[in-house]
T-cell receptor
């Protein structure tokens, strides 16, 4: 059973470009969480999704950030018009339907904005 | 304000020297307390979930305990391969947001 997959692992964008980060959950998992990790800081919750449904987006910045988890395909975290402050590691985690507390993390995408 | 604080920030141990890591939490009704291990350049790896004060969980050289205000991760006779950053997170009853601490970076010296 493959683990959580994220791609790309490293992404470089210039200021003003768009960044798309993908997360494929573990097989059978129906919940996805997205987190941001800045150097010297802890993981910060961004959004919690089930397929075709955003459950909690209280940690998402109000502008430029959006997330989706379609019926088919990976979950996508989209950052429009990136700025230097968006440079961070972005992790997703998936959970099985019977236990949404058990999170299994992917390897992360390291976004660098130049 | 819901938050999680871990101490110490960094810990160096000799191989075989047991110690404990601390995780203090303040959340509006604890639904669960979680421990993870994170290696450099990788995502966190799930270790334990604790749900109520007095609960304990063990896995190899690690044992996690929970009180009403804190959790401890006890490491018995650590080995160099236990070197990693250990993270704890709290989930409150009032939402779906996991609050993570900044971690304890553990180095075990042979």
């Amino acid at each position: 059973n493959a683990g959580v997959m994220q791609n790309p692992r490293h992404l470089v964008r210039r200021r003003g470009q768009e960044a798309r980060l993908r997360c494929s959950p573990m097989k059978g998992h129906s919940h996805v969480y997205w987190y941001r990790q800045l150097p010297e800081e802890g993981l910060k919750f961004m959004v919690y999704l089930q397929k075709e449904n955003i459950i909690d987006e209280s940690g998402m910045p109000k502008e430029r950030f959006s997330a989706e988890f379609p019926k088919e395909g990976p979950s996508i975290l989209r950052i429009q018009q990136v700025v230097r402050g968006d440079s961070a590691a972005y992790f997703c985690a998936s959970s099985p339907p019977h236990s949404s507390y058990e999170q299994y993390f992917g390897p992360g995408t390291r976004l660098t904005v130049t | 304000e819901d938050q999680v604080t871990q101490s110490p920030e960094a810990l160096r141990l000799q191989e075989g020297e047991s110690s404990s890591l601390n995780c203090s939490y303040t959340v509006s009704g604890l639904r669960g307390l979680f421990w993870y291990r994170q290696d450099p350049g990788k995502g966190p790896e799930f270790l334990f979930t604790l749900y109520s004060a007095g609960e304990e969980k063990e896995k190899e050289r690690l044992k996690a305990t929970l009180t009403k205000k804190e959790s401890f991760l006890h490491i018995t006779a650590p080995k160099p391969e236990d070197s990693a950053t250990y993270l704890c997170a709290a989930l409150s009853n009032t939402g779906n947001q996991f609050y993570f601490g900044t971690g304890t970076s553990l180095t075990v010296i042979p």
